[in-house]
């Protein structure tokens, strides 16, 4: 069996089964997910997509815990975290989630490397050395590991926030407009290294995304209008992704 005949075996890292989010009641009620039926393959990299105010950033906090549902289930691989009392959804998003999002959430006083540690030190775990070697190489940091946050550009600060993400192991990274603040050169190389983690870390990545370039990074794309998923796009062009969302708006 080749490694991407074993991935597609696996079960999925991530399922959501009927998922509904509704904000506010009465005439202020907004339905921002509605019955969304969803699974995330385990080391492939998916992109999701959709017009403004489609629920694309509502179902990604839903699936990684950061918000909660109002119907519906999400499992993280065997896991449910819907009805997760608070205390288990923190151990669970400490063991299981890696996150990056377009503010890179670096601690100021920390240099780079302590960054990268910081999620391993708070759950008081050993680092992998071989894979934090990997890593680093894998993102180029290797000569910028004694750097403060303010040492670097924003390019480089975001390697610190994707190797941060990467060295816990997490079943599943989610990945909240992580080029957002990044020029056209450093996004993508940003997204190269996501690309890398998943081809050769068999990391599952699992990304919102407003830019069809950085969405045709990605294995396979979602859609969602009106907190609908209403279809998706595998092996994605820039194209492809950009003929997609201008019939979604139209």
């Known amino acids: 069996m080749t490694l991407t005949d074993s ?3 696996a079960p999925p890292a991530v399922v959501a089964k009927a998922l509904t989010k509704v904000y506010g009641q009465g005439d202020a009620e907004v339905h921002a997910l509605r019955g969304v039926d969803v699974a995330f393959a385990t080391g492939a990299f998916t992109a ?18 950061l918000d909660t549902a109002t119907s519906g289930t999400v499992h993280i691989g ?19 989630i890696g996150f990056i999002f377009q503010a890179f959430n670096l601690l100021p006083t920390l240099t780079a490397e302590q960054n990268i540690r910081l999620p391993l030190d708070i759950a008081a775990r050993q680092a992998d050395e071989e894979l934090f070697a990997r890593v680093i190489d894998t993102v ?6 004694g750097h403060r946050p303010t040492q670097l550009s924003g390019g480089q600060q975001q390697r ?6 990467l060295i816990s192991k997490p079943q599943v990274i989610f990945a909240d407009e992580p080029t957002g603040n990044l020029d056209s050169r450093s996004g993508s190389e940003i997204l190269s290294f996501l690309r890398t983690s998943v081809r050769e870390l068999n ?48």
Request: hydrophobic share 45%.
């Open 78 to 96: 065997d896991v449910e975290l819907t009805g997760l009392a608070d205390r288990q959804l923190t151990l669970l998003r400490r063991e299981r």
């Open 160 to 165: 610190v926030a994707v190797a941060r993400a």
């Open 7 to 9: 991935r597609r075996a």
């Open 203 to 250: 990391q599952t990545i699992v990304m919102v995304t407003h830019d069809p370039v950085a969405a045709a990074y990605a294995d396979r794309v979602v859609f969602l209008r009106d907190g609908e998923l209403v279809t998706e796009v595998s092996a994605p062009t820039p194209q492809a992704v950009l003929d997609t969302l201008m019939k979604l708006e139209g």
């Open 48 to 65: 999701i997509m959709g017009p403004s105010g489609s629920g694309k950033s509502t179902l990604m906090h839903c699936l990684a815990g």
């Open 140 to 145: 180029g940091l290797r000569d910028r590991l």
